[in-house]
């Protein structure tokens, strides 16, 4: 290959110049398309799952009944809208403070790391006594990784202490009528 051509096909991304040559010089734009198109099936994927999520927790008591609606198409719709307008606030918010794509992605590494302890601590209710050590390890690596994401555990700190009492709420909510219910027997 000469210098001209391999200059002409010398890209930052190995799948572009390879679609370059497969397409005659428009790789990016198909790689583009391509990286636009997987990006919003993502995030469909993952708004729809979240809502219907949120109307199992919902069916079950996790979350409040108010959930619980579904249209005719079997969309749990409150779940969605609800996740809708957060997703909206969020963006909005990120929107005016400035805050970069790369902040957003570290910001969640600390939820990552939270799901992951409290897997682990799932662990030492769930898993047999022979696998302590492994779980002690485990939160371990929690704490180190917590530790070495320093203030970007902000995020996920601030996710905890608004989502765990809505969470409890159910429960407690169960227990005051229980209460209720034996002191009017």
């Known amino acids: 290959m000469n210098s001209a051509h391999a200059r002409r096909f010398n890209h930052g991304l190995a799948m572009v110049g390879i679609f370059d040559l497969l397409l005659g010089g428009d ?4 790689i583009g398309v391509l990286g636009i198109a997987g990006g919003i099936a993502t995030v469909n994927v993952y708004t729809a799952s979240l ?29 969605l809208k609800t996740l809708l307008s957060i997703m ?15 902040g957003l992605i570290t910001s969640v590494n600390g939820v990552f790391v939270i799901i992951y302890f409290a897997s682990m601590l799932a662990a030492v209710k769930l ?24 203030w ?28 209720l219910k034996a002191n009017c027997l």
């Not at 909206?88 to 790369?102: D, R, S, Y």
């Open 27 to 30: 790789g990016a734009q198909v």
């Open 51 to 79: 809502s219907r999520l949120a109307w199992g927790f919902s069916n079950d008591g996790v979350l409040p009944a108010y959930f619980k609606t579904v249209n005719r198409y079997g969309v749990p719709i409150r779940a």
């Open 88 to 102: 909206a606030v969020v963006i909005t918010i990120t929107f005016l403070t400035g805050k970069h794509l790369e």
């Open 127 to 150: 898993a047999n006594r022979k696998q302590t050590p492994l779980i002690i390890l485990g939160c371990l690596f929690c704490f180190t990784l917590m530790w070495g994401l320093g």
């Open 152 to 179: 970007q555990m902000g995020y996920a700190l601030l996710l905890i202490s608004i989502t765990a009492p809505l969470l409890y709420w159910p429960q407690i909510n169960k227990r005051n009528k229980s209460a």
